[in-house]
Each structure stands twice: as C-alpha cells, then as structure tokens.
C-alpha cells in the first residue's frame, strides 16, 4: 500500500473455542508486530479457562504498541451492541497511536456506496498462513486461493 501511496491497516479477528497453549510464545509474537499497522482482536467463545487471553490483551512491553484486545463472547453475547462495543473499543486508540508512531498524516476520506460492498451469502471457513515480511508488510502466503482484494 505504501508504495502506490496509500495507507493501510489491518484488523485480524480471531475467534477460538480453547485458550492459547503457550502464551509467552504469542506474547513475543505480538511483541515482534507491534509496530506493523495491525490490530489483533480475540474473541473466546464457549465455557474454557480464558485467563491467559486476557494476560495477552495487557501484555505490550513499555514503548509498544498494544495491539491486542481479548473479549469473552459469553460476558456479552446478551446483547450484540455490547458484543460490539466491547470488540472495537481499542481500535481506534491502536489505529491512531500506530500512524501518529510513524509520522504519517491520515489521507483524504474515501466514501463508498452500500451498492460497492459485497456480501457472501454462503459462510466457508478460510485458512490462511500469514507471513511478516521484513519491511513490516503483512502478506498471506498460503491458503485463501479464491481471495480477491477488491479495493
């Protein structure tokens, strides 16, 4: 994106039925990314033990970026508003600190119609392999064949 000269972010949903199994390995992990224009949202689902997803929400090292945030779906699956709120709350805060971090000034406002957005009717699981290149771009280099950036 930088190179066209356009800006980019990312926001990577992760939804999981279980809890992360070595938790200082994806806190070196998010540590090594902080600085690349990426937001990591977790999303537990279902009845596990989920202290560890919320020591990864708190766990940026001083100077970091926190680029985390965990959210227990049952605490709020009574209501979708909450649910919501609950899981963009931080995004803003880590979209901003990532661009002012980097000194890049937001660029003009791109609209677009309803009619522009696709929706797929039909749900099919993805998997994706992602990979962090060295100049901090994040790429998918496996799975997700029938994926198309449309922008």
């Known amino acids: 994106a930088r190179q066209k000269g356009q800006q980019a972010y990312t926001i990577l949903l992760i939804l999981t039925d279980g809890a992360v199994s070595d938790v200082q390995a994806t806190a070196q992990v998010l540590d090594q990314v902080s600085n690349a224009p990426l937001s990591v949202v977790i999303v537990g689902v279902g009845n596990a033990d989920f202290g560890a997803m919320r020591f990864l929400d708190d766990a940026s090292l001083p100077g970091k970026r926190d680029i ?18 609950e899981t963009l709350r931080e995004i803003p805060n880590q979209l901003v600190s990532y661009f002012t971090s980097n000194g890049i000034q937001p660029q003009a406002a791109v609209h677009r119609d309803d009619s522009e957005i ?31 950036d449309v922008f």
């Open 68 to 85: 985390a945030q965990f959210v227990e779906f049952n605490k709020h699956s009574r209501s979708s508003v909450a649910l919501t709120s």
């Open 118 to 148: 696709a929706i797929e009717l039909e749900e099919e699981e993805i998997d994706l392999s992602l990979a962090f290149e060295d100049d901090e771009e994040i790429v998918v280099s496996g799975g997700g064949s029938d994926y198309r």
